[in-house]
Each structure stands twice: as C-alpha cells, then as structure tokens.
C-alpha cells in the first residue's frame, strides 16, 4: 500500500484529508449495467456493529473494539495522536479495513501510527489495531461472498447498442470461498488436514510405514552393527597379543 497520509513526526501530523471513496459491494440485486453499484452500508443500525455490517458504517461508541487502554502521552503536543484519535483510527480501520485509508480519516502520518503502535504502553492500541483489521477483513470476505452468489450484472452490446444484459458469476472467486470456508469437501493440496481414521490419513501413514522399517527393526540392526564392530576390535587385540 502506498502512503496516503500526510507527512508527520514521531507522534503524527499532517493534512490528509479525510474523502475515502466507497468500495462497490453488492448489496441487493446485481447493479444494472450503466447504474452506480450498491453502496455497502447498512440502513438498519442493528446491523451496523453486526459481522455482516458492510464498508464505511460507524462503530457504534459503546463497541468492545474502542474499549482498549490507549497510549498516554506524558507531555503530549498539539499534533500528538491523542486517546480520542486513537479511537477514530481504530474505528475508521474497522471500518475499511484499510490502514492508510483509516490514516487519512485521522489526518496523521502512516510512519507515526507505526511509531505510536511500537511505543512501550501501546499495547492496547497495537491489539486493537489488530483487531479492527480482521474485522475489515470479515466484511470484505461477506463482500466477496454475496458477489459470488449473485453475480455481476453485464451488457449484451449489438452494433453500438445495449440490446441486452446477462448475469455473470465468478467461477474462480465461488471455487476460492467453497475451499476456504468448506476445505474438507473442497480443498486439495496443504489447505486439507487429514485426521486419523480419513482415507488420505491412513492412505499416507500406510505408504511412511512401508517405506521405513519399524523402530524394532531399527534398534535391532543397529545392535547387529554394534556387536560386529567389536567382534571386530577384539579379534584384532587379541591378534596383536599373540604377536
């Protein structure tokens, strides 16, 4: 991600300004072609706070997220990224997902965030930040999901004309979230993990158990070894005492 906040010291500073444009989601029936994409934002407030809450809805105050410890600045100034800021962050990050995009909300500097996270006492603010990105991740993985299901509406064009229009399903993105979501019918590769008593488990413990021998089988060729070496070692002190 390039840098999109304004420039600011170690404790933040700078005039980006806040404008972040809205991701197309689909929120409703697929858009037709020509009209605007549904905006993801939710008109009931129940939903807001809600894992299917989708882009740019405002936490509610009382959310858990916004309950962290925040860093206290001993001798703060009057660009430092105070409790309330950090709070802003935090919900506009929740929010979008996006970390330089929350940084533009609060007007501070991407390299004093990080400064700020890094600093002993930060912990509470650096969990939170954590926190609110899986949170942004969630509504972007419900985003993707209602794209998949219903699709992308498309124009049929006739010698410069819309005549007609279809709707298009992204093969590829259903095929991703079926693996993700649902990898024990639909994964392959490392994204399974076979248990004991699975058919590819005990397929796999099959095929190790006949290529290396058994640890008894092991221990008894090393004593093998180990009792020839020293038959070995003594015949050669005792051909050495006869001499």
């Not at 703060?76 to 709070?87: F, L, Y």
């Not at 650096?126 to 990105?133: D, L, M, Q, S, V």
């Not at 639909?186 to 248990?195: L, N, T």
């Not at 008593?197 to 221990?219: F, H």
Request: charged residues 30%.
């Amino acid at each position: 991600m390039s840098p999109g906040a304004g420039s600011g010291g170690s404790e933040g500073g700078g005039d980006g300004g806040a404008g972040p444009s809205t991701p197309d989601c689909v929120g409703g029936p697929p858009p037709r072609f020509g009209e605007e994409a549904a905006r993801c934002a939710s008109g009931r407030a129940s939903r807001r706070t809600s894992r299917a809450a989708f882009f740019e809805d405002d936490l509610d105050p009382g959310d858990p997220l916004l309950g962290f410890a925040p860093y206290l600045h001993k001798a703060p100034r009057a660009n430092s990224i105070t409790p309330d800021r950090q709070r802003a962050f935090i919900a506009a990050l929740a929010a979008s997902g996006i970390v330089t995009q929350a940084a533009r909300t609060i007007g501070v500097s991407l390299e004093a965030l990080y400064k700020l996270r890094a600093l002993p006492g930060a912990e509470g603010f650096a969990a939170a930040w954590n926190k609110a990105i899986d949170r942004g991740m969630m509504r972007l993985e419900d985003c993707a999901l209602e794209r998949a299901i219903r699709g992308e509406e498309r124009p049929v064009v006739s010698r410069g004309e819309v005549v007609a229009t279809f709707t298009r399903h992204d093969t590829a993105l259903m095929l991703f979230l079926l693996r993700q979501r649902l990898p024990e019918r639909y994964g392959s590769g490392p994204a399974r993990d076979p248990r004991p008593g699975d058919p590819l488990y005990e397929r796999i413990r099959a095929e190790i158990e006949a290529e290396y021998p058994a640890l008894e089988e092991v221990r008894a060729s090393i004593r093998d070894k180990v009792a020839g070496l020293r038959a070995q070692v003594e015949a050669r002190i005792a051909a050495q005492e006869e001499e």
